[in-house]
Nanobody, 124 residues
Framework: QVQLVESGGGLVQPGGSLRVSCAAS????????MGWFRQASGKEREFVAA????????SYADAVKGRFTISRDNAKNTVLQQMKSLKPEGTVVYYC?????????????????WGQGSQVTVSS
């Protein structure tokens, strides 16, 4: 089993940068593919990025491609998402998720474990 805790959210101006982190506990973290999703109030949770267990393969939603970077450090049981050129999208909660199939997927249902979310507000 994997427990996930996100951090690093906050308020940032449009065009700014922010990094969100996900700390995982559990002995088998290195065997899970990891993903980031986000959800605005009243909207469905949407895929942002994913990375395989080894970190060698990644995938991004078109909306963030070229602006966000997902990475992981299996020795530290962490997954990071560096976000730049942020757009004024208001308040969004970013969720970290893990799937035991080691599949890069944009499907919410594939992921077995979820964090509680970290709130990011992009506003001037």
């Amino acid at each position: 089993q994997v427990q996930l805790v996100e951090s690093g959210g906050g308020l940032v101006q449009p065009g700014g940068s922010l990094r969100v982190s996900c700390a995982a506990s559990g002995r088998t973290f290195s065997g899970y593919a990891m993903g980031w999703f986000r959800q605005a109030s009243g909207k469905e949770r949407e895929f942002v990025a994913a990375i395989t267990s080894s970190g060698k393969s990644t995938s991004y939603a078109d909306a963030v491609k070229g602006r966000f970077t997902i990475s992981r450090d299996n020795a530290k049981n962490t997954v990071l998402q560096q976000m730049k050129s942020l757009k004024p999208e208001g308040t969004v909660v970013y969720y970290c998720a893990a799937n035991a199939y080691n599949r890069i997927s944009n499907g919410v249902s594939i992921y077995n474990y979820w964090g509680q979310g970290s709130q990011v507000t992009v506003s001037s």
